[in-house]
């Protein structure tokens, strides 16, 4: 890659940062379109966000996708919101235009095109979701903008899991929505009924851990989606996969978002196998 004065910066700025493989996956994309880009990450303290995000205008940088823990504290400093971020609360990417920073979320769409990467379609699906944080937030409303027919929501905050229900019912009301707490005794037969099961709680991302669901609700039939994908087989994965479930972690939502972002950065089609090439070789 030559970097030149012309060579128009991307990123990601996020706390901590130095796991992510968002550079190794952009930065493969624009090599092999030609583009003049690069992707760096920027370790970006709380305390520090507004300087950085008011830097990025300053530096006149393309645009930066945005990570753990600043997602919903960077809308205050950015002038335009895409209706999904405003609905999630939530910017997962911004891109500079005309010198106005704008915000999207591309969790959701990246979900669902991963979804449906693997022939997996969510219309009329009965499906299991876990967590209620920002991930499960954008999950959730592309599941049902997608056609889902029941989602039952379970989230150790249960507060946390009937808000994002009600946000269901609100924008797609022919969606069946109920919530529970992770500690419901009907948990496990919502799981066993459930044709999808996702996780969306950070349960997993320490080796070992794994969310309440009895082993004997998985089965043959079934997708578990865990959105970790380090490690690459929770024990969640593992444990579905023994029971007879299909398995999928998170790498392919993380590849699908990322094609969108490149996408809003440089209005061309990302080439979505070389992304996934370079943070899976
Ligand atoms: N593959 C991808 O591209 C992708 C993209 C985004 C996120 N993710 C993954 O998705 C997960 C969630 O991310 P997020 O951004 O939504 O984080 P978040 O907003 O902080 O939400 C965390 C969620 O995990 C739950 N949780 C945390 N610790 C828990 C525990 N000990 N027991 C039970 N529940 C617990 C929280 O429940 P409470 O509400 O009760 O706190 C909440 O539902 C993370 O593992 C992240 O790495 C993957």
């Given at each position: 890659?030559?970097?030149?004065?012309?060579?128009?910066?991307?990123?990601?700025l996020?706390?901590?940062?130095?796991?992510?493989?968002?550079?190794?996956?952009?930065?493969?994309?624009?090599?092999?379109?030609?583009?003049?880009?690069?992707?760096?990450?920027?370790?970006?303290?709380?305390?520090?966000?507004?300087?950085?995000?008011?830097?990025?205008?300053?530096?006149?940088?393309?645009?930066?996708?945005?990570?753990?823990?600043?997602?919903?504290?960077?809308?205050?400093y950015?002038?335009?919101?895409?209706?999904e971020?405003?609905?999630?609360?939530?910017?997962?990417?911004?891109?500079?235009?005309?010198?106005?920073?704008?915000?999207?979320?591309?969790?959701?769409?990246?979900?669902?095109?991963?979804?449906?990467?693997?022939?997996?379609?969510?219309?009329?699906?009965?499906?299991l979701?876990?967590?209620?944080?920002?991930?499960?937030?954008?999950?959730?409303?592309?599941?049902?903008n997608?056609?889902?027919?029941?989602?039952?929501i379970?989230n150790?905050?249960?507060?946390?899991?009937?808000?994002?229900?009600?946000?269901?019912?609100?924008?797609?009301?022919?969606?069946?929505?109920?919530?529970?707490?992770?500690?419901?005794?009907?948990?496990?037969?919502?799981?066993?009924?459930?044709?999808?099961?996702?996780?969306?709680?950070?349960?997993g991302?320490?080796?070992?851990?794994?969310?309440?669901?009895?082993?004997?609700?998985?089965?043959?039939g079934?997708?578990?989606?865990d959105?970790?994908?380090?490690?690459?087989?929770?024990?969640?994965?593992?444990?579905?996969?023994?029971?007879?479930?299909?398995?999928?972690?998170?790498?392919?939502?993380?590849?699908?978002?990322?094609?969108?972002?490149?996408?809003?950065?440089?209005?061309?089609?990302?080439?979505?196998?070389?992304?996934?090439?370079?943070?899976t070789?």
């Open positions: 890659m030559k970097i030149t004065s012309q060579t128009k910066i991307v990123g990601i996020g706390y901590p940062i130095q796991h992510t493989l968002s550079p190794q996956m952009h930065n493969a994309a624009f090599a092999q379109l030609g583009l003049d880009y690069v992707y760096l990450s920027f370790e970006v303290k709380p305390d520090k966000l507004g300087a950085a995000v008011r830097g990025l205008k300053a530096l006149n940088i393309t645009g930066v996708n945005v990570t753990v823990p600043h997602k919903e504290r960077v809308l205050e950015l002038d335009e919101l895409s209706e971020a405003k609905r999630l609360g939530a910017v997962n990417t911004i891109k500079l235009k005309s010198g106005r920073l704008c915000g999207y979320n591309t969790d959701g769409e990246g979900f669902i095109a991963s979804l449906r990467a693997e022939a997996t379609d969510p219309v009329g699906k009965k499906i979701l876990l967590g209620a944080g920002g991930a499960a937030r954008a999950v959730a409303v592309g599941l049902a997608q056609g889902a027919g029941k989602i039952s379970a150790r905050t249960k507060e946390r899991a009937e808000a994002l229900v009600n946000m269901l019912k609100h924008i797609a009301p022919q969606v069946e929505a109920t919530s529970l707490s992770l500690d419901d005794n009907r948990l496990d037969k919502c799981a066993a009924e459930a044709q999808l099961i996702i996780n969306a709680t950070s349960v991302l320490k080796s070992g851990a794994r969310p309440p669901i009895a082993i004997n609700s998985f089965h043959v079934q997708l578990v989606y959105l970790i994908y380090n490690p690459a087989k929770t024990k969640l994965l593992a444990e579905a996969e023994a029971g007879g479930a299909k398995i999928l972690n998170g790498l392919g939502m993380l590849v699908y978002q990322g094609a969108l972002s490149f996408e809003i950065w440089t209005g061309q089609q990302a080439p979505v196998e070389v992304m996934r090439d370079a943070i070789t």
